[in-house]
């Protein structure tokens, strides 16, 4: 069968022939593939960065995608880490780790919105205590899952949801309560962290730092809590945190992804995440590409304000 195949680390994946394992596990089923989005997640399992890369090549690249199965019903499936990702004409899945689609869903915008909707989705429901009412302020508001955090929290009942990250217009575009442009007016973040509760931050690096040394200090209650989450590392995959934004208030960082939640907690959530996605609660511009255009969609999806979703 075709696939997109990487076979180096510091190569775009090509498309050429794979072989579909022969054995398969109880629960495993192969399905055709009819859409695999092209996530951060997925460019840095194929680049060997991502904590779960095992250095093992060649791989085909994909993390979750709608297959359709021999019986012909479509099903969005999440993968477990393995060298046959879902950017292939086949792949392999747990029917445990899969969904049916929610009648009349596009492919397209499924594979492209549940995972980046996933991150602040699972945060909030399965990783920390949140509360409705609670103030909310997303640290990388611009990316997909960033502006998709921001309806999350509304929709799962925050109080105030701040959108903070570079560029005053596009934030002002997301439909938050309140921005704060993180290339603007130095105080924007210390005034947006006065009340805040959570913070689903997907940049990490120094943003993360300087938000902290912005925020703590401005914050009037010391004893009010402050969970940061740490879901992404759009901007650097270590932080220089400050010491002693830790002793100064009731500061608690976590992190949630794949490993810190149980997967069968984050599969319990993908229904209902489905349904919300296919009655298009959030909004996200998508693009779709045809596989065999794989090497070219690897290089635009560097800039690329949409998310990708490959079709073989
Ligand atoms: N934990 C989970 O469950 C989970 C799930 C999905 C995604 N993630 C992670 O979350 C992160 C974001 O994913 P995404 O899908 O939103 O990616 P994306 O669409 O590529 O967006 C990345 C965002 O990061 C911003 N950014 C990069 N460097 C920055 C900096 N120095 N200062 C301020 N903003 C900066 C970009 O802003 P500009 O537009 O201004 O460049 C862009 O808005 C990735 O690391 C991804 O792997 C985690």
Redesign the pocket.
């Known amino acids: 069968m075709k696939a997109a195949v990487v076979t180096r680390f510091d190569q775009a994946p090509q498309y050429r022939s794979f072989d579909l394992p022969a054995d398969h596990r109880p629960h495993e089923e192969v399905v055709s593939v009819v859409a695999a989005g092209l996530?951060?997640?997925v460019?840095?399992q194929a680049d060997g960065s991502?904590y779960t890369s095992t250095d093992s090549l060649p791989l085909v690249p994909g993390i979750d995608g709608v297959g359709r199965t021999a019986a012909g019903e479509l099903r969005y499936f999440v993968l477990p880490d393995t060298r046959l990702g879902s950017m292939a004409e086949l792949t392999v899945i747990d029917r445990r780790r899969s969904i049916p689609l929610p009648a009349g869903a596009d492919p397209v915008r499924i594979a492209a919105a549940m995972?980046?909707a996933?991150?602040?989705w699972?945060?909030l429901r399965r990783r920390i205590a949140f509360a409705p009412g609670q103030n909310v302020l997303v640290?990388?508001?611009?990316?997909?899952?960033?502006?998709?955090a921001v309806a999350v929290a509304r929709m799962l009942g925050a109080g105030r949801v701040t959108a903070a990250?570079?560029?005053a217009e596009?934030l002002a575009g997301l439909g938050a309560d309140a921005t704060a442009a993180?290339?603007g007016p130095a105080d924007a973040l210390a005034e947006a962290g006065r009340d805040i509760d959570v913070v689903l931050d997907?940049?990490?690096?120094?943003?993360t730092a300087a938000a902290l040394r912005a925020i703590v200090p401005g914050r009037p209650d010391d004893e009010r809590p402050l969970t940061w989450v740490?879901?992404?590392?759009?901007?650097?995959l270590e932080s220089p945190i400050p010491s002693a934004a830790l002793r100064a208030t009731r500061l608690q960082i976590v992190?949630?992804?794949?490993g810190s939640?149980p997967t069968r907690e984050i599969v319990t959530e993908l229904g209902e995440l489905a349904e919300a996605v296919a009655r298009d609660a959030f909004a996200l511009e998508t693009r779709a590409v045809p596989l065999v255009d794989v090497e070219s969609a690897w290089a635009e999806?560097r800039t690329s304000?949409e998310?990708l979703v490959l079709m073989p």
């Open positions: 996530h951060p997640r460019r840095s991502h995972n980046p996933m991150s602040s699972v945060a640290l990388g508001a611009t990316g997909s899952a960033g502006r998709l990250g570079r560029g596009r993180l290339d997907y940049l990490w690096g120094e943003p740490q879901l992404g590392s759009a901007a650097g992190g949630s992804g794949q939640v999806a304000a998310r």
